[in-house]
């Protein structure tokens, strides 16, 4: 799967992203393989970048599960 999304005025691309979980608009829940930093310093554009195994325990849950994320 290929991911884009708007940040700003820019757009950007990266291939692969795993487990996407759209919860509003064009900002998702997913895996991200391309860092280890969460919550030390900021890596997205707006979604929720998590390890590529939490993305995929959220990404089976079922619809209208309440996700906690802080």
């Known amino acids: 799967m290929q991911g884009g ?22 900002y998702a829940i997913h895996g991200s393989y391309w860092h280890a ?15 590529v195994y939490d993305a995929g325990l959220v990404w089976r849950l079922p619809a209208g599960t309440v996700v906690d994320v802080f």
Do not use: E, L, M, W
Request: proline letters at 3%; glycine letters at 6%; charged letters at 20%.
């Open 37 to 51: 930093k969460y919550g030390i310093s900021p890596q997205s554009h707006g979604c929720v970048n998590s390890t």
């Open 5 to 26: 999304s708007r940040a700003s005025d820019s757009y950007y691309s990266i291939d692969d992203i795993r487990y996407v979980t759209y919860f509003y608009q064009d």
